[in-house]
């Protein structure tokens, strides 16, 4: 049958011509960020002087599925999905630590932080680290971000406490950006956990 096609000029060039537009007609490739807070944040401190506080943060560890350039969405417990044309700006890794950063800094603690590996010989009042276990969704459902973090006081010799968060957020829509900015969503709401912890940490070390 190929070699009848191939004889045939009016069908080999309908054949050229669908398979040359096919392939102009793929989808370019879109590209994302998680954002920070913007605007007004509720409960900051305003005006009020606060003694600065050194926040070292990191290590920061990420799960194995999400060390890649494309978007990752959950189709079931057991099954992911690596999008074709939706692809991250960059590590999703490193992303996560610098919107994390903005978002503790607009948070207002009056502290100072740090990533991971710090400089400087002068040892952090408090280490911060971070194991992502989750960090996905659905199209058109909610996003999930799991995460364990532990405080350990100066020189990271002692634990002061552990936590697992576990924040969902819904997309609202069916569609990448929609979950890009869940998934944004999450991250801040992580940080106001962590803030909130590390801003009474902070304040004992100030009232000392």
């Given at each position: 049958?190929?070699?009848?096609?191939?004889?045939?000029?009016?069908?080999?060039?309908?054949?050229?011509?669908?398979?040359?537009?096919?392939?102009?007609?793929?989808?370019?490739?879109?590209?994302?960020?998680?954002?920070?807070?913007?605007?007004?944040?509720?409960?900051?401190?305003?005006?009020?002087?606060?003694?600065?506080v050194s926040i070292g943060i990191g290590p920061v560890e990420f799960p194995a599925y999400l060390d890649r350039q494309q978007v990752v969405t959950r189709i079931s417990e057991n099954e992911v999905d690596l999008a074709m044309f939706?692809?991250?700006?960059?590590?999703?890794?490193?992303?996560?630590?610098?919107?994390?950063?903005e978002n503790l800094a607009a948070l207002d603690t009056g502290d100072l932080f740090a990533v991971y590996p710090m400089r400087g010989s002068s040892p952090a009042d408090f280490h911060l680290e971070i194991e992502v276990?989750?960090?996905?969704g659905a199209l058109g459902g909610n996003v999930?971000?799991?995460?364990?973090?532990?405080?350990?006081?100066r020189g990271s010799e002692q634990m002061l406490l552990t936590r697992k968060s576990t924040i969902r957020e819904p997309t609202g829509a069916a569609d990448y950006a929609s979950l890009v900015a869940a998934?944004?969503?999450?991250?801040?709401?992580?940080?106001?956990?962590i803030a909130e912890v590390m801003n009474g940490l902070s304040n004992q070390v100030r009232n000392k």
């Open positions: 049958m190929h070699a009848k096609m191939v004889k045939n000029p009016t069908i080999a060039l309908a054949f050229l011509f669908f398979a040359l537009t096919g392939c102009g007609t793929s989808a370019p490739a879109r590209f994302y960020m998680l954002n920070s807070i913007s605007g007004p944040v509720k409960g900051s401190s305003g005006t009020e002087k606060k003694t600065p939706h692809e991250w700006a960059g590590p999703l890794k490193e992303d996560f630590i610098r919107v994390l950063v276990l989750r960090l996905d999930l971000l799991v995460a364990r973090w532990a405080v350990f006081g998934e944004s969503r999450a991250v801040e709401s992580l940080s106001r956990e």
